[in-house]
């Protein structure tokens, strides 16, 4: 069975004032509750195929966590999703912008790698322990972030 999980937002703001948010990764720090860096690796800055590193903190306790990141869609104002790859398997991440009335709702949607073992049988409950709030959080400093700075 895949873990995955979906949180959506609905911002005051145009699509078009909230993808410099979500279609800038470097950006994407500024919304996390945990703080982490980005640095380019190759190709064009996001676009479809550049690839980053990302350092920060990951649960349950790491730091210094490192994820090998590929964008691999970019469609303005619309849609953003990337890739990132840590020791445990690869991690599908989008985002989704929709026109909803005078603002956007944002949708996230993450599909974690298949895990085998024990870590196939905790995942699900940990991933709605600690990683969901962490998630719904987020999702709440992007809102702030975009209606701050308008």
Same mark, same amino acid.
């Given at each position: ?56 903190? @990951?649960?349950? !306790?790491?730091? +210094? ?6 964008? *691999? =869609? /970019?469609?303005?104002?619309?849609? &953003? ?8 398997? @690869?991690?599908? !991440?989008?985002? +989704? ?6 603002? *956007? =709702? /944002?949708?996230?949607?993450?599909? &974690? ?38």
């Amino acid at each position: 069975m895949t873990t995955q999980g979906t949180v959506s937002v609905t911002i005051e703001a145009t699509p078009e004032d909230v993808w410099p948010w979500i279609g800038d990764i470097t950006r994407h720090n500024q919304w996390s509750p945990k703080p982490y860096r980005v640095d380019l690796v190759s190709g064009e800055p996001n676009s479809a195929g550049s690839r980053y590193r990302s350092v920060g903190w @990951a649960p349950p !306790n790491d730091s +210094d966590h490192v994820n090998d990141v590929e964008i *691999t =869609e /970019v469609q303005p104002p619309a849609r &953003f999703a990337l890739t990132a790859t840590d020791a445990s398997g @690869a991690y599908a !991440n989008s985002f +989704d912008l929709r026109p909803v009335g005078d603002g *956007t =709702e /944002v949708t996230y949607r993450i599909v &974690f790698p298949d895990m085998g073992g024990i870590a196939a049988i905790l995942l699900p409950i940990l991933f709605r322990v600690v990683a969901m709030p962490g998630i719904k959080k987020r999702m709440r400093l992007l809102k702030q972030a975009v209606e701050s700075a308008k």
